[in-house]
T-cell receptor, first 112, second 112 residues
Framework: DAGVTQSPTHLIKTRGQHVTLRCSPI?????VSWYQQVLGQGPQFIFQ???????GRGNFPDRFSARQFPNYSSELNVNALLLGDSALYLC???????????FGNGTRLTVT | GENVEQHPSTLSVQEGDSAVIKCTYS??????FPWYKQELGKRPQLIID?????GEKKDQRIAVTLNKTAKHFSLHITETQPEDSAVYFC???????????FGQGTTLQVKP
């Protein structure tokens, strides 16, 4: 079975630009969550979606937005990129809202 | 706000010895406690988890204990092997949100 897949794997953007990151959950999983992992730290919660509805939002500015599609895949959008947005963005899927999370390999975003 | 503290930040043991990593959490509503292993450049992988209705759980060389009264939980790895070397993260969440709050991570080095 395929795990959580994310694209792209790496991305380099300039300050002020916007970015779209994509995630396909494990087949059968209805919930998708997004986390930001800065080097040397634990992942920080950004969003959780379940059945296309936002179920939770972390302490991130409105420049961050996300959505979930009918096939349960998801996109994370970040506008007006800042240098501090450089991080590994992890997508995780789970069967239900409170089921164990399974992470993808992440998208490494570098903002210059 | 919700907080998870993890100690130690680094841990070095000889192959065959045991390793213990400890975490404390602040939110008394937390009832799910997973542990993730992250190798360099790879995704976090769920290695074991425990829910609040259980005090201890074991899976081969790995065990987790939970003390709800004291709000702390621990990961125990016995008979460590070089391939156990990685960064380990604890996390906590409550079943209503599914949002995981991660600790800062422990870098475990197992010396052959």
């Amino acid at each position: 079975d395929a795990g959580v897949t994310q694209s792209p794997t790496h991305l380099i953007k300039t300050r002020g630009q916007h970015v779209t990151l994509r995630c396909s959950p494990i087949s059968g999983h209805k919930s998708v969550s997004w986390y930001q992992q800065v080097l040397g730290q634990g992942p920080q919660f950004i969003f959780q979606y379940y059945e296309k509805e936002e179920r939770g939002r972390g302490n991130f500015p409105d420049r961050f937005s996300a959505r979930q599609f009918p096939n349960y895949s998801s996109e994370l959008n970040v506008n007006a990129l800042l240098l501090g947005d450089s991080a590994l963005y992890l997508c995780a899927s789970s069967l239900e809202v409170n089921s164990p999370l399974h992470f993808g390999n992440g998208t490494r975003l570098t903002v210059t | 706000g919700e907080n998870v503290e993890q100690h130690p930040s680094t841990l070095s043991v000889q192959e065959g010895d045991s390793a213990v990593i400890k975490c404390t959490y602040s939110d008394s509503a937390s009832n799910y406690f997973p542990w993730y292993k992250q190798e360099l450049g790879k995704r976090p992988q769920l290695i074991i988890d425990i829910r609040s209705n259980v005090g201890e759980k074991k899976d081969q060389r790995i065990a987790v204990t939970l003390n709800k009264t004291a709000k702390h939980f621990s990961l125990h790895i016995t008979e460590t092997q070089p391939e156990d070397s990685a960064v380990y993260f604890c996390a906590a969440s409550d079943s209503n949100t599914g949002k995981l709050i991660f600790g800062q991570g422990t870098t475990l080095q197992v010396k052959p």
